[in-house]
């Protein structure tokens, strides 16, 4: 039987639903039924560009008035150390280009790599402010703004106390209208690259959880962008369950030193509450 013992919410959440969708990504696996953590699973664009975004948060000032800068100086760093992360095209040119601009960009990409915000952040208003400052450097369209946003402020929610019913009733009211359930999509939900053609999708998944591990492989199982729609679920489900303390060890074993690295930091810096 697995731990049902809990880890407090945590930065490593961003990574690890990323790893568990690694293997998936390019060979759906339409059922909840799959090891959750195989030999097979890897790191990628979204797991090194969510450290990225911890780092710019750790070396930002503390007004965060250069978080932008160092999003743009994080992403570039950690990009280009590890290039082998399947990144968009788009993107893969911003990671090498000395002056680097947004390219109005409403990718998923957005969403899958802004969840240390809501670590961060000491409000809603605050995860907006954020969110549009490491966002806007490459994402600036509206659509990759909103994706980014609906998602931090919905981890922001989960892991300050809302109920699954209150963070639904938010994002329905403010980004999202979501007409559909699960079983609406599982047979013809296909690979989306789009932020609202993902974003609604992950946290469906979510709301229709009955538990942390429950909710990731709700997101796997409808297919598509199968990491990132597993960054993007189990960001908030991380949020508002807690994870598996045999998981959280588990997952360690993927991750280098230099990843752990900055991990460890943030959690040293952003202590989180006990699940």
């Known amino acids: 039987m697995k731990s049902q013992v809990k880890t407090p919410q945590s930065f490593i959440f961003g990574l690890q639903w990323i790893i568990v969708g690694s293997r998936f990504e390019w060979d759906n696996n339409r059922s909840k039924e799959f090891t959750f953590l ?3 699973c890897f790191p990628t664009d979204d797991s090194f560009m969510t450290l990225a975004i911890g780092a710019a948060l750790l070396r930002c000032r503390t007004d965060f008035s250069d978080l932008s800068e160092q999003a743009v100086e994080w992403m570039q760093v950690i990009g280009r150390a590890y290039p082998n992360g399947a990144y968009g095209n788009r993107f893969n040119g911003w990671l090498y280009n000395e002056h680097p601009q947004p390219y109005n960009s409403f ?9 240390a915000v809501a670590y961060v952040a000491g409000s809603i208003s605050e995860v907006k402010e954020l969110t549009h400052a ?3 450097v490459t994402h600036n369209h509206p659509e990759g703004l909103k994706g980014a946003e609906a998602t931090a402020v919905a981890i922001y929610m989960a892991r300050t106390g809302s109920s699954l019913k209150d ?4 994002i329905t009211r403010h980004y999202y209208e979501i007409d559909f359930t ?7 939900y296909l690979f989306d690259e789009t932020c609202q053609r993902t974003v609604p999708q992950a946290l469906q998944a979510f709301f229709e959880s009955s538990g942390f591990e429950d909710a990731i492989r709700n997101a796997i199982s409808i297919g ?7 960054a993007i679920t189990g960001s908030v489900a991380a949020a508002y369950y807690g994870v598996p303390t045999d998981i959280r060890q588990k997952i360690m074993e993927y991750m280098d030193k230099f990843h752990l690295s900055i991990l460890r930091e943030f959690e040293r810096r952003y202590p989180a509450a006990a699940k």
Request: glycine share 10%; proline share 0%; charged share 30%.
């Open 38 to 40: 195989h030999k097979n």
């Open 107 to 115: 990718g998923n990409g957005a969403a899958m790599r802004v969840s």
């Open 134 to 136: 490491v966002t806007a």
């Open 167 to 170: 963070i639904r009733r938010h």
């Open 182 to 188: 699960q079983d609406d999509i599982w047979e013809d």
């Open 224 to 230: 598509g962008d199968s990491d990132t729609l597993a």
